[in-house]
Each structure stands twice: as C-alpha cells, then as structure tokens.
C-alpha cells in the first residue's frame, strides 16, 4: 500500500537542507544606532555642563515672566521694585559662579510652590518669600522697611540750661 502524498504547503518537521546556525546578539544596524544613540547624548551632556548657568538664566527669566504675570493686586510698587533687584543680583550670582547650593535649593523649592499655583491664587507672601530666596542667592541683603522704632528705644535729648 502507498501513503498517499503529503498536502502542499505544510509544514516538514525536519529541513531537507541543513541551515547554518545564527550569532547571537544584536545585529550590525542594531548596534551602530545605539552607538550613534550614546554619542549624542555624550554631546548633549557636555554641550549642558558648559551652557548650564545659561540655560539656568533663561529658565528663571521665564519663571519670573509667569510670576510677574500673575502678581496680585496688594502687591506694592516697593515690593516689585525689591524683587526686581533680588532678581537681577541672582541672575549676577549664577553668571559669576558665586552661587550658594543651598541658597539655590532654597530658591528651587519656593519658585517650584509659587508655578505650581494656579493663576490668580498667587499672595503678597508667596511673592516676598519668592523674593527672600534670590535675595539669599543673589547675596544681597533684604531691604528694610521703614518702621517707626518702639517706643521705649526713643531717647530723649536734653537740652542745655540757660542761666
């Protein structure tokens, strides 16, 4: 008896003809694009640790654009005019690498509180502690506001006696 013939197009179990065995790994395209792949961000690294102070610079520029966008009406003109200078002596601390690290975290962590409001819900008080920690980068002192001094530090003047 004959087998009848096997269907065409299925499958054989075994190749008729031997095949050589792959390499494992990646292939050559493969490698040659993760290679390109590193050396760009080796470049990118780099290119950032160089211009790091400037993207520093424009990265609080654009902080301080939103904020003042969004300033509240009790705000003074002094108050403006204080975080105007606080700004432009931390914009000169980072160009002069006089930085403090903690004074730039502390920065960080206020400008971060302050964009994380939504617009409107911006205080006086968010914007003073905003201007405390460039003041602290910038090293500069705070402005001080005029205050009448207590009334127990006033002194008295004597006046000389006419005889």
Do not use: H, Y
Request: glycine content about 8%; aromatic content about 4%; proline content about 11%.
């Amino acid at each position: 008896m004959a087998e009848p013939p096997a269907p065409p197009g299925l499958p054989q179990p075994f190749a008729t003809t031997p095949t050589e065995p792959r390499a494992g790994g990646c292939g050559k395209p493969v490698l040659v694009g993760c290679g390109v792949v590193f050396l760009l961000l080796g470049v990118a690294a780099i290119v950032f640790l160089f211009n790091a102070k400037r993207v520093l610079a424009w990265t609080l520029t654009k902080a301080k654009q939103e904020v003042v966008a969004n300033l509240p009406a009790d705000v003074t003109s002094a108050d403006r005019e204080r975080f105007e200078r606080a700004f432009a002596a931390a914009i000169g601390a980072i160009g002069s690498d006089k930085m403090d690290p903690a004074a730039l975290q502390g920065l960080q962590s206020n400008l971060l509180r302050v964009m994380q409001k939504p617009p409107g819900e911006l205080t006086r008080e968010d914007l003073l502690a905003l201007t405390e920690s460039l003041e602290r980068l910038g090293g500069v002192a705070p402005a001080e506001e005029e205050t009448p001094p207590p009334l127990g530090a006033l002194q008295v003047e004597t006046l000389p006696r006419v005889a």
